[in-house]
């Protein structure tokens, strides 16, 4: 950590976007080049398609090839899609660039969990390369998963995991209400779980499989549920408007079980303003053992600033760890970067 | 962690026997030797010393020598005193053994916060020998320390860290209600804390280091206060009375500044029976930085359980460790060892 590490950002939507905004602003980092899939984009200074005010010196491009070869980045941090499938040419292309690769995608928190052909090709592509890869972000990465499992040692014992993640989408504009089903009516929210445009909380399987390696836990399966999140007020936002009776969002469930009995249960209702409703954002971690640990952060800690920030504070963590695809229970405890002064 | 791990014990009062019992309970570990200090414990067997009901093959020694070179244990719990230089022939006898060593000496959880030259000499042990030195415990070692970096990593940015930890002596019996200065009258308490016969809280410059070396924070000076928690009502237990006006504990908080700016402030009231006066116990954290971040954990993780159940988890991430002196910021993020199933 002695000298400037040179940081790729590629993806250079909100979180791209704020991703490149938090490297600038820690003197152990430069940013040395961007990435974004639109054209429109291209060409332009970093701080220009920011809205910062003010020049960066580092201009846009959509050719990531050529970004690497003229920047030799020692990090590039992926902040474009959320499935391995969707973002292994990225992890390649970085990886043979010979660059140490943060993904913010969620299935990346634990490639093994559901990829495991894949994460085996991305952990033999890093040996070869000298490098190290790594998943991370709020959630998968962090809240239903690390915090867990660091709360978990102080515990003589555990006898089952519980955990919430209660957030308000209303920030969030049509493309998140169309994924999570807000402003359906409940039996379009059913067609659309069925069909798959309502997707829910991506991560899921990604967090248990972290949890229960972490704790040496076999489970013999992963169960998920998505249910409709029934209003019974009217919820307004800029972006929808969900009616008495209509759909204000998906209670997305999933459990893990050993031997027929559900071990770890997480559950991460996301709709629009259920403070309506009396419910309390937030995220809530119940350990049922020896000692019972109840945790609660109030309101919950934000997705986007929470994933823009788990990425780049792991950057000289991953910049030391050994070669490799490694999670966040691989390295050391997480940590705010330290920022000017 | 491929084959059990061999642990001696070293100590064998509430921590110790705690350790023990723990150590047992786990299929990767084993018990192979017990050493204590006082007499009368020596030459009986473990489950007779802990009251377990039942053998268990190790006998208790008051030779530390003599058990090591009997049983080479990979790893030495420590958990005898709370102050390096009274820990530090221990520590130095497992090094020259060749184990590794998890000591829960309070001191010990940043050694360099104190005394740099000792823990460089335990450094250079260590690395001599390829074993590795880790000391841990509830706190310092884990609420006040390394859950907060552990949340920070959340954070884009912090700019000041404030954290509680409320505790309720009344289990403790007369050492502890002596050192805490409970039961004792205002003025007695002012004078106890002069004379260095009420200490309050061991360990808050070891986790105001560690919390600002793994934040990169460069402090100018820690600050310790230790006021007397005058209760206004009565207050029972078992082994004291505090009469209203009295002192029911210590209120010990300290700050590290930078550039007369607090940046921490870590708060440690201890009493009896807190609420009697409607004080709930927990442990509080707050994080002021972009996100700010508000935890609580009520009740608080309990002192006794917590420091066993570090202790023992760390056990296989120590064993797995580069060698030399680490502390908890340098290790894989804590987690619950798995138990018999």
């Given at each position: 950590m002695q000298s400037t590490i040179k940081v790729l950002v590629w993806g250079m939507g909100a979180m791209g976007g704020g991703i490149c905004r938090m490297v600038m602003d820690k003197p152990g980092l430069e940013l040395v080049a961007a990435v974004a899939a639109t054209p429109a984009k291209a060409g332009r200074d970093v701080g220009d398609v920011l809205e910062f005010g003010y020049k960066t010196g580092v201009m846009v491009t959509n050719d990531?090839?050529?970004?690497?070869d003229r920047s030799r980045p020692d990090v590039a941090i992926l902040a474009t899609k959320s499935f391995i499938s969707e973002t292994l040419d990225e992890t390649i292309t970085a990886i043979q660039a010979g660059a140490h690769v943060v993904s913010i995608a969620e299935e990346m928190a634990d490639p093994w969990a559901q990829h495991p052909g894949l994460a085996d090709r991305i952990h033999q592509a890093a040996r070869g390369k000298g490098v190290t890869v790594l998943g991370t972000g709020v959630n998968p990465g962090f809240v239903l998963d690390v915090l867990i499992i660091c709360l978990s040692g102080a515990c003589v014992s555990v006898d089952k995991i519980t955990a919430r993640r209660v957030n308000d989408l209303s920030p969030f504009g049509p493309t998140v209400m169309k994924t999570q089903g807000v402003g359906t009516r409940p039996e379009e929210f059913q067609a659309g779980v069925k069909n798959g445009s309502i997707v829910g909380h991506v991560g899921f399987p990604e967090s248990i499989n972290l949890i229960a390696r972490a704790l040496g836990w076999t489970l013999d399966r992963v169960e998920q549920q998505k249910e409709p999140i029934i209003s019974s007020v009217r919820r307004q936002t800029k972006y929808v408007t969900v009616e008495p009776g209509w759909v204000a969002g998906c209670r997305h469930t999933a459990s893990g079980y050993a031997g027929g009995h559900e071990l770890i249960r997480l559950e991460h209702p996301q709709q629009v303003l259920p403070e309506l409703e009396g419910v309390a954002t937030g995220d809530y971690i119940s350990i049922e053992g020896t000692p019972r640990i109840d945790m609660a952060i109030k309101p919950e800690?934000?997705?986007?600033?929470?994933?823009?920030?788990?990425?780049?504070?792991?950057?000289?963590?991953?910049?030391?760890?050994?070669?490799?695809?490694l999670t966040m229970v691989d390295l050391p405890v997480p940590r705010a970067m330290p920022g000017k002064r």
């Amino acid at each position: 950590m002695q000298s400037t590490i040179k940081v790729l950002v590629w993806g250079m939507g909100a979180m791209g976007g704020g991703i490149c905004r938090m490297v600038m602003d820690k003197p152990g980092l430069e940013l040395v080049a961007a990435v974004a899939a639109t054209p429109a984009k291209a060409g332009r200074d970093v701080g220009d398609v920011l809205e910062f005010g003010y020049k960066t010196g580092v201009m846009v491009t959509n050719d990531a090839r050529e970004a690497f070869d003229r920047s030799r980045p020692d990090v590039a941090i992926l902040a474009t899609k959320s499935f391995i499938s969707e973002t292994l040419d990225e992890t390649i292309t970085a990886i043979q660039a010979g660059a140490h690769v943060v993904s913010i995608a969620e299935e990346m928190a634990d490639p093994w969990a559901q990829h495991p052909g894949l994460a085996d090709r991305i952990h033999q592509a890093a040996r070869g390369k000298g490098v190290t890869v790594l998943g991370t972000g709020v959630n998968p990465g962090f809240v239903l998963d690390v915090l867990i499992i660091c709360l978990s040692g102080a515990c003589v014992s555990v006898d089952k995991i519980t955990a919430r993640r209660v957030n308000d989408l209303s920030p969030f504009g049509p493309t998140v209400m169309k994924t999570q089903g807000v402003g359906t009516r409940p039996e379009e929210f059913q067609a659309g779980v069925k069909n798959g445009s309502i997707v829910g909380h991506v991560g899921f399987p990604e967090s248990i499989n972290l949890i229960a390696r972490a704790l040496g836990w076999t489970l013999d399966r992963v169960e998920q549920q998505k249910e409709p999140i029934i209003s019974s007020v009217r919820r307004q936002t800029k972006y929808v408007t969900v009616e008495p009776g209509w759909v204000a969002g998906c209670r997305h469930t999933a459990s893990g079980y050993a031997g027929g009995h559900e071990l770890i249960r997480l559950e991460h209702p996301q709709q629009v303003l259920p403070e309506l409703e009396g419910v309390a954002t937030g995220d809530y971690i119940s350990i049922e053992g020896t000692p019972r640990i109840d945790m609660a952060i109030k309101p919950e800690i934000p997705g986007g600033l929470g994933t823009i920030a788990t990425a780049v504070n792991m950057v000289p963590l991953v910049v030391a760890a050994q070669p490799g695809l490694l999670t966040m229970v691989d390295l050391p405890v997480p940590r705010a970067m330290p920022g000017k002064r």
